[in-house]
């Protein structure tokens, strides 16, 4: 990468993201985390509310909201708070580290470029080797993570 600077930042991020790793089998459960742990505490709607400050309709709306994926942050805070927990949230890479996003993006942009040069060429009866268009894509793919150009992800 050109800057190292990036290159911490790429690293420190990756460090914090993976703590979150193991949690990618959770799931939610299905009626949201509100209505769970307000549940298996036996805390009414009108406890919650009273907690909250709101009526138990608009408790059964948040816990609606949090189901329908249509809740704040904010809020999802403020009940966890009422519940005597703590909001905890984070992104967890599909491809496991930040590293490794770009290295598949680098590899996937690089391998478009050399292609389509590979096709022009190929039409002008000037036809590459596979073995030369994959060192050109390596080539093309190294200098693109040395870059780290903002279109990468376009």
Known sequence: MKNTKQQ???DQVDRKLSI???????????????????????????????????????????EKREKEGAITIKALREAAAALDMQLVY??????????TMIEKRVEELATQIVERTSQTMALEDQE???ERIRKAIKQQADELKYELPRTLWD
């Open 8 to 10: 911490l930042i790429i």
């Open 20 to 62: 979150f790793s193991p949690l990618k089998t959770v799931s939610v459960p299905g009626k949201g985390w509100i209505h769970t742990v307000r549940t298996a505490l036996n805390m009414s709607l009108r406890q919650l509310g009273e907690r909250l400050g709101i009526t138990p309709s608009s408790v059964q709306d948040i």
């Open 90 to 99: 984070g992104l967890i890479p599909k491809d496991g580290s930040l590293e």
């Open 128 to 130: 590459v080797s596979k």
